[in-house]
């Protein structure tokens, strides 16, 4: 496979002025005829003309009407042409329902279905894939299906075939094509311009009562992005499909998105609060991706975090608006670490924006998605909110219509507010997790607090520059009061100090409020001091933060051996409990201790190889000792958290629902799991139901409970899934992989769903101490179905390979066997790029 290389950019040879497709649909044999019209690139470098494709057969090719035999590689074509524009006309026959890699066309469910990007177009016919190549689209489809839908407005349909149209200059990577028996949820919707949208969201038949949810999030997007950054939809219609098999959460094709049935279907009796949290988060992501991707999209796919981790930000923003916005940055918080960090701590550690790569898929990452959103997060923070909005303001004039680059975003600031952002334009070139040290003096007023800064060599990349980080900082004095509001310290050099003057005493340093910088930040802190912030802080996200840095030092103390602040650390949660000013949703937080590949990999930054099971009865007997320690608050305030209303996936009764939930999960190590079998009994909502049904398992006394479960969602995919997850995830270390292999076995699972595959496998990986079992059981079903998959999906397969990103922080044994398990994958043959990619990359 070959390396491509940012450096090696040139521009295309020649452009599009426009597209025209028409699809014949047959589910094994369908025909793609293109007409397209070509101009040479006056910015090209050269006059070759090249097209990608790939499992196409080439049925005939003219230029200008007159028949060609272009030379046919297994990337694409080449043929000589005319130095002029031209027509270029192709026949091709694809087969969509042998395309079980759910790239290109493809069937599911008896549904056609596209996924393009990045490189899917080229499976469906010859054309330049690449996102600087843009072309406005009509698109013809003829066969027997009820609904036939593409890019752009309807312009015309009959017995038989349908036309639609998309004005605006697109990249392949946003073309779609649906068709199939399905249903639509309809509304409409009223820009700022008074021009009203129709709006639809389809579904297979059986699936319309779980759509109401996902239309009001849309149109909530829909005002949103008008009222926060001024920006109107601009076509006639809007529409989002829901699709079972897709191998990502959604696709922001122009006008007509895409979805995982996963990412847009919910009703009360099927969907958790988080599902619900999800689904609307998503739908505005695909929504925002409108103007940052589809208006304004990528050169080429070194730049994707422009648009992902710009648009993952506005999803982030969305939310918090919808929602607590405290809640919010804590859940972004958790997430960036659980995934992100992971990522940026090991063999996978790769640049926001990567020099090279061997399969772009591969780059769909939480570092090109989420801390690219934390990159422009902490560039609004250094501009302001008056020059970011102005910045925005610019960026969608100058660049409207075109393919960009991050330093076309960059210059836009640079432009708006005089700074040079060469400094911190480096938190797109150097990978790894900036680590911050902080020390601090207090002297005759004066308060200094010294910050060191440190990034760590990653694969390929040592010698790290220093970076511009934003910390965002107050301080309190010891009453609690804040005597310093916060303040923004711009730290650029590789030591550096800041004075406060005029302090009565020394003060407690709140550092890093909001998570202003995705950096780990260690200060030797007492407990009484985290317990004090924890109490105290200003700072939403700080307060959390204080109590997880306790949580953390409690379960790292009893790994290693050590006295731990327990007592600090539970005398504190009580408190919080007690605090009736302080929000469910908060408290529940607050509730959840830190995950166990966190402290895996807070010891292995320690110098101690982690011992997953020693960290599981770390985590086990914390949670023992703080049902005890709570047991007279627990019974008063889940009572308190009783929902006297008709369900409403909404941030205060999922707040009230969340802390109920932890603690059943605490009464559940008390009573043995007699009050989840009675909150599992009435259940009418999933949030309380599979919650329960989690805490039933981990009792030991799921077998009634999980029977009745399948039995009665048997029916449903999306709530099956939750049923083949929650064994495992919730199983006991010792039988989580001999579940996974036995429910690997269930005539339900079918690993050419991506949703079901990830429910087992995913889950698998999630229950740490299981994956990593001792005698290797964990690592060879993981190995195992990861060869199994990859000729069938190799993206998905790829993508699971991940579960061993961490492999180097444990102990030789483990090492050497997950070693074995993945030399066993390079070793399979025909293995895919995408895999080969991944593992070689894992392996080092
Ligand atoms: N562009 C791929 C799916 C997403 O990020 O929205
Ligand atoms: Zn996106």
Redesign the pocket.
């Known amino acids: 496979p070959q390396t491509i290389f940012l450096a090696d950019y040139t521009p295309p040879a020649y452009l599009v002025e426009d597209v025209h497709l028409t699809f014949r649909l047959a589910p094994s044999a369908t025909r793609v005829i293109s007409r397209i019209r070509f101009v040479p690139n006056p910015d090209a470098k050269s006059r070759d003309f090249f097209l990608h494709g790939q499992e196409l057969t080439l049925i005939r090719a003219t230029i200008d009407g007159a028949e060609v035999t272009p030379e046919i590689t297994e990337a694409g074509l080449t043929c000589a042409v005319p130095d002029a524009p031209f027509t270029w006309e192709a026949e091709v026959e694809i087969d969509p329902a042998g395309n079980t890699a759910l790239e290109g066309l493809y069937m599911s469910n008896g549904m056609y279905c596209t996924q393009c990007e990045a490189e899917g177009f080229r499976k469906i016919t010859y054309y330049p894939d690449r996102p600087d190549v843009m072309a406005p689209f009509t698109v013809r489809i003829e066969g027997d299906a009820p609904v036939m839908l593409s890019n752009g407005n309807p312009t015309g349909e009959g017995r038989g075939w349908a036309e639609w149209t998309d004005p605006w200059p697109k990249p392949a990577y946003l073309f779609a094509l649906v068709a199939g028996d399905l249903v639509a949820r309809e509304d409409s919707f009223v820009t700022m311009s008074g021009k009203e949208v129709a709006l639809r969201l389809w579904t297979r038949r059986g699936d319309e009562g779980k759509t109401a949810f996902g239309m009001e999030a849309l149109k909530k997007s829909m005002r949103w992005d008008e009222e926060v950054y001024g920006r109107e939809y601009d076509l006639d219609i809007f529409q989002i499909v829901a699709v079972s098999d897709f191998n990502m959460g959604?696709?922001?094709n122009k006008g007509l998105n895409i979805f995982n049935t996963s990412a847009v279907l919910a009703s009360p009796e099927t969907s958790t609060d988080a599902n619900f949290e999800r689904i609307e988060a998503i739908i505005a992501?695909?929504y925002?991706?409108n103007w940052t991707?589809n208006r304004i999209t990528c050169r080429d796919w070194f730049q994707l975090s422009l648009?992902?981790g710009l648009?993952?930000f506005r999803?982030q923003q969305f939310t918090a608006d919808m929602r607590s916005a405290a809640v919010s940055r804590i859940e972004d918080v958790m997430a960036l670490r659980g995934r992100q960090f992971r990522e940026d701590n090991g063999p996978l550690a790769h640049q926001v924006q990567p020099d090279s790569f061997v399969e772009i898929n591969n780059f769909y990452t939480a570092t090109v998605?989420e801390k690219g959103a934390e990159v422009i997060r902490m560039l609004k923070a250094l501009v302001g909110d008056d020059d970011w909005r102005r910045a925005l303001d610019l960026y969608f004039d100058r660049h409207d219509g075109q393919a960009c680059t991050i330093d076309d975003w960059l210059k836009v600031f640079e432009d708006t507010t005089g700074r040079d952002l060469s400094q911190f334009r480096l938190w797109y070139k150097q990978a790894g997790t900036p680590r911050l040290t902080v020390t601090d003096d207090f002297a005759e007023g004066t308060y200094t607090l010294t910050i060191k800064q440190q990034t760590p060599d990653t694969p390929g990349q040592t010698d790290k520059k220093p970076m511009l980080i934003p910390v965002a900082v107050g301080l309190l004095n010891p009453n609690g009061d804040e005597v310093v509001p916060t303040r923004v310290l711009e730290v650029t050099e590789a030591e550096q100090s800041f004075a406060f003057e005029g302090l009565a005493a020394k003060p407690i340093p709140s550092l890093l409020r909001g998570f202003s910088a995705p950096v780990i930040l260690t200060r030797d802190t007492s407990a009484e001091e985290r317990a004090f912030l924890l109490a105290h802080d200003t700072d939403p996200f700080n307060r959390w933060e204080a109590g997880r840095a306790l949580a953390k030092d409690v379960l790292t103390a009893k790994v290693t051996g050590r006295d731990g602040p327990e007592r600090p650390y539970l005398d504190a949660l009580a408190a919080l409990l007690r605090d009736e000013g302080a929000d469910p949703a908060f408290k529940a937080l607050a509730l959840r201790q830190p995950g166990e590949d966190d402290i895996a990999q807070t010891l292995f930054d320690a110098g101690h190889s982690p011992d997953p099971d020693r960290i599981h009865d770390a985590a086990e007997t914390l949670k023992q000792q703080a049902a005890e320690h709570l047991q007279d608050i627990i019974p008063r305030l889940a009572a308190e958290m009783t929902i006297d209303a008709p369900y409403a996936p909404d941030a205060e009764q999922s707040g009230k629902r969340a802390l109920r939930l932890g603690l059943l999960d605490l009464t559940t190590r008390l009573d043995g799991g007699a009050e989840a079998e009675a909150v599992h009994a009435v259940a009418d909502n999933m949030t309380l139901s599979l919650g329960s049904l989690g805490c039933l398992i981990e009792a030991g006394r799921a077998e009634a409970a999980l029977a009745a479960f399948h039995a009665r969602w048997q029916d449903d995919a999306l709530v099956l899934d939750k049923w083949f997850t929650t064994q495992i995830v919730h199983a006991a270390p010792g039988d989580a992989v001999s579940i996974a292999e036995r429910l690997s076995r269930h005539p339900d699972f079918n690993m050419k769903n991506p949703n079901r595959f990830r429910a087992v496998f995913g889950a698998l990986a999630m229950n740490p101490a299981g994956f990593h079992a001792a005698d290797g059981s964990g690592y060879r079903l993981m190995a195992e179905w990861i060869a199994r998959l990859d000729p069938v999906n190799p993206q998905i397969a790829a993508r699971m390979t991940t579960a061993f990103e961490t492999w180097r922080r444990y102990d030789g044994d483990r090492k050497q066997m997950i070693r074995g398990a993945l030399e066993g994958i390079a070793r399979t043959p025909g293995l895919s790029s995408d895999s080969g990619e991944m593992v070689a990359r894992i392996l080092g």
Do not use: I, N, P, R
């Open positions: 959604a696709m922001e992501h695909e925002f991706h991707g648009k992902e648009t993952v999803d998605y």
